[in-house]
Structure formats: structure tokens, C-alpha cells
């Protein structure tokens, strides 16, 4: 058998092949393309070997092409890969030659690994994200331009009135800042459009996932929030319970031990962000709708005794089992 670990770089990787014994068979280098990881592999036959390689920014369409070739393969956890490697193989470094001696002794921590349908999914949602985020920066120069200019909008909000009123203005009262005014209207007009096309994406996938239709029973839940929550989460099977996907949303405090004393400290960090926002923003709407009464009890409750931000987090967390519970049952949210 070959045990291959591939050290996956933006243009290039680094693969070092070992045999059961732990003799390095070869050691290669080669561009990150179709052929030349094919002309690599070609002199490996599939059931004879095995690859192993980390979770990186680069990492999709390099999986994607060697699972084609019916090669076997692994996608190792960076952290938890490390980890082994220092307590097993007593090297802080891995690289691929570490890579291939975890995957020859069974030692490799996997990744998940989603879906096609759900990674093309999140793409979606982290291109709209990217797309709300520049917005937001828009109209926050506009803005600056209101207040060096001192006018007031006599609009709640930046509509098409009231982007209008701004350029009348500026014109009229502030002509040298016209030019630049009108450059940033045009961005957000390009901004808001760009959104809307992605949102009327979303409807449609959202209309034929029946996980989304139950989240949105939720309060505060639509189908942003709601396909975002299917998005990370991927297939509810893969967390044994509800506390696993608490610690996935980074909803559970970190716990440090000093002899029998037990310490519990802030937030776990190695999770996903955007579970934990999504479950936040939607028990913020949950404690202030007038049916949500055991909401609102326990929020107000407990921001008295621990403050705002650690009540509405202990929200999120109970949120967050209730949906594993919502998704794993197939039911919808009960307000009780």
C-alpha cells in the first residue's frame, strides 16, 4: 500500500509517498492543475493507494479532482492534525511527509466534508454576506458626505427618494461634491441590485428544502438566517446531540481544569461564526415577541444576574438545541 500526504499550496502542492514500512517512496512537486496531479498519480493504482491531505483555503477543487481519479482520500482537521503530531509523532510541523506517516498509522482526524449542493450553497450566502458588508461601507460614505455637508435626510432610510433628494442637493448647494456623491449612489444602486439577484436565488432554494420551511417557524428565522443555519450545519446526522452542535455554533463556554477546580471562561473560538450570528440575531427577535414568554422570562432573568450579551448567548444556545431537535424530528418550533 502507498500512503500519500500532499501539502496543498495556492499554485502548487508538495506530495511525498511513503510505503507500510515508512520508507519515503518519492517526493514531488508539482502545479496545482488537472494534469499534473494526473501525471503524478498516474504511476499509482487506486487500490493500491490511499492520500491524505489538510483542510485548506485551496482545498475543494483539489478533493474534488482526485475523488474523480477513484482515489481514496482523507481530508485531515489542520488542528486537531497538529495535535496528534505533537503527541504522537513529536513534530509540530505538518507537512507531507507528516501527512503520510498520520495516514499510515491510522492517525489521520478527519474534516467534514459537505455536500456539493451545500458548499455551492455557502458560497451563495458568503458572496451575499460580502456584497451586504460593501454596502454597508457605501452607505456609510454617503453618510460622511451628509455630515460634512450638513444635511439633514429628511428620510428614514437610503431609497431611491431619498438618494435622489441627496443628488439635488449636493448639486444645488455642494457642487463639488457631486462627482463623488453620485459615484457612491451608483455603487449602492449596483449593491442593492447584486443583492436582490441572490435573494431571489435563496427564495428559490428555499422553497424546495423543508429543513428552511421548519427553521423559519422560528421567529426571527427567514430564509437567510435559516438557509445560512442548513449551510453550516450540512447533514444534522453528523453532530451525535444537541451539545455537539452547541460547541460547532461556539455557543458553549471553554472550560479550563486546575487539579479538582473546573473554570468555565469565554466562548469557545474554533467554531463557525456564522452559526453563532445566526442563532444570536434570531433569539434577539425570539426575547421581544409578545408569544415567546419562556423566552423573555429566561433572558430578562438572566441578563439581571449576568448582563445582556452572556443572557442573550445562553438564548442562542437553547435556540440552538431546540433546532437540532426541530431538524432531527422533522417538527416545527413550538412557542409554549
Known sequence: MNFIGMDIHKQ???AVVKN????????????????????????????????VM?????????????EEMKYPIKLANPVKTRAIAEARIKTDKVDASTLADLLRANLVSE?????????????????????????????????????????????????????????????TKHFNMKSITVSYINMLEHYNFEIN?????????????????????????????ALTIIAEIGDINRFESSKKLTSYAGLVPGI????????????????????????????WVLVRTKEANRFKWFYGNLSKKKGK???ICAVARKLCCIS????????????L
Request: with cysteine.
Open 12 to 14: 502548487f502542492t508538495v
Open 20 to 51: 507500510e514500512m515508512g520508507k519515503e517512496i518519492e517526493n514531488e512537486k508539482f502545479e496545482n492543475s488537472k494534469e499534473g496531479f494526473r501525471k503524478f498519480l498516474s504511476v499509482y493504482k487506486p487500490e493500491e493507494t490511499k492520500i
Open 54 to 66: 489538510e483542510s485548506t483555503s485551496v482545498w475543494e477543487p483539489i478533493y474534488d479532482m482526485i
Open 111 to 171: 474534516s467534514y466534508i459537505p455536500s456539493k449542493d451545500v458548499r455551492m450553497l455557502r458560497d451563495i450566502i458568503r458572496a451575499r454576506k460580502s456584497l451586504v458588508q460593501g454596502k454597508v461601507k457605501i452607505k456609510n460614505k454617503i453618510q460622511s458626505i451628509l455630515t460634512k455637508t450638513g444635511l439633514k435626510l429628511p428620510y428614514k432610510t437610503l431609497c431611491k427618494s431619498s438618494m435622489a433628494w441627496i443628488v439635488e442637493e449636493i448639486e
Open 197 to 225: 439577484k441572490i435573494n431571489e436565488k435563496l427564495s428559490e432554494i428555499a422553497l424546495k428544502d423543508n429543513r428552511v420551511q421548519l427553521l423559519k417557524t422560528i421567529p426571527g428565522i427567514g430564509n437567510t438566517i
Open 256 to 283: 479550563r481544569q486546575s487539579g479538582s477546580t473546573l473554570k468555565f471562561g469565554r466562548l469557545i473560538k474554533q467554531s463557525s461564526k456564522d452559526l453563532k450570528t445566526c442563532f444570536i440575531e434570531a433569539s
Open 309 to 311: 450579551q452572556k443572557a
Open 324 to 335: 437540532y431537535a426541530m431538524l432531527k424530528k422533522n417538527q416545527e418550533f413550538m412557542l
